[in-house]
């Protein structure tokens, strides 16, 4: 953190797409809004509308671009460590069709599932998506701006949020976030927290 400011890490979850809505687990499979989605971030503009933001980031991907976008920020900086964890085999599928395969699977313990399925290669494991989302938490912290912004995805921002607070990454389990919501990360004193969470405007 740059000497005297202490910066407030702002997080909007994209809109709400096909997958979401399904709970099918989405990667790299570059899906567009839904009208709704669109809406969410017409709906979270209106509150980061009056805010200062001198660093805006997003996810490469179209879901987060659009959301960036449609909550007035077209120009937003991508920046590739933002992107959604990678599930390998696991991506499309949701979470109970996952643990029929590898039974008690959770990402947060396991990091992408580990099996075979044609098309599909390894994903990230907790170590290589924990040392990525650090990376944004590093740059951010080295900006030295009073308020940053990213747009990004759920398990990834989750994972920034558990980077961000010091904490073991097991614990994101406790911290779901849904599609077109706004948090904040910042300080209690000189201790990283939660300043907001999971909030829809």
């Given amino acids: 953190m740059t000497e005297n400011v202490a910066t407030q890490l702002w997080l909007v979850r ?20 839904l009208p709704d989605g669109e809406e969410d971030a017409r709906r979270v503009g ?8 001198k660093l805006v980031l997003t996810s490469p991907r179209r879901r987060a671009r659009d959301t960036a976008a449609g909550a007035g920020f077209p120009d937003a900086e991508v920046d590739d460590n933002l992107v959604e964890w990678a599930y390998g085999p696991g991506e499309g599928l949701t979470s109970d069709q996952i643990r029929d395969i590898v039974p008690g699977w959770r990402i947060w313990t396991h990091g ?3 099996f075979e399925r044609d098309g599909f290669g390894p994903g990230e494991t907790i170590d290589e ?4 989302l650090q990376n944004v938490v590093d740059r951010v912290r080295a900006s030295g701006v009073e308020n940053a912004l990213v747009f990004g995805h759920g398990h990834s921002l989750r994972a920034l949020s558990i980077k961000w607070l010091g904490l073991d990454m097991s614990l994101a389990k406790h911290f779901p976030l849904q599609t077109g919501t706004l948090s904040i990360l910042g300080y209690e004193k000189d201790n990283p927290a939660i300043i907001r969470w999971n909030a829809e405007s």
């Fill in 14 to 33: 994209h809109g709400a797409t096909e997958w979401s809505r399904s709970g099918q687990h989405t990667s790299v499979t570059d899906l567009p809004l």
């Fill in 112 to 114: 992408a599932a580990d």
């Fill in 46 to 53: 209106e509150r980061l509308r009056d805010v200062d933001f």
């Fill in 129 to 132: 998506a924990s040392a990525r």
